[in-house]
């Protein structure tokens, strides 16, 4: 995990089975974006802007408890992917920390508010915000 988001590759991780990431899942955070790419013959890769993603939650079964993994699953504004699901990734509490961390530092920079999040997202009026004082 690096400190320069702009240029490199931050974090990368592959989907796990059991202990081995034997897959064709990958997932990568670099440049203000996290890509997910899938499958060997028939590929899909897509991205979503860090700051876009509104909520992470992590889920761990007994499984991967053992195996040290975990499944991060992510709730975006993107309309082409609302929910991004990182599964069975090593060090997952470590990276849903680092990811949390890296979308507030994305907002902050590009001078993203909750307002506009939550207006992208939910499509409401402004009305709805006005201070009533």
């Not at 309309?79 to 990734?89: G, Q, R």
């Amino acid at each position: 995990m690096s400190s320069d988001h702009n240029s490199s590759i931050l974090w990368k991780d592959r989907k796990h089975i059991l202990w081995f990431p034997f897959t064709f899942e990958k997932y990568r955070v670099a440049n203000g974006r996290i890509y997910c790419h899938h499958g060997l013959i028939n590929q899909r890769e897509h991205e979503c802007l860090l700051y876009r993603i509104l909520d992470i939650t992590l889920k761990r079964s007994l499984g991967n408890l053992i195996c040290g993994t975990g499944t991060i699953t992510m709730r975006t504004t993107d309309d082409s992917d609302p929910v991004l699901v990182l599964k069975n990734i090593k060090r997952s509490h470590e990276v849903k920390d680092f990811l949390s961390d890296l979308i507030e530092q994305e907002r902050i920079r590009k001078g993203v508010t909750g307002r506009e999040i939550i207006a992208n997202g939910a499509a409401m009026d402004d009305d709805f915000y006005d201070d009533p004082m």
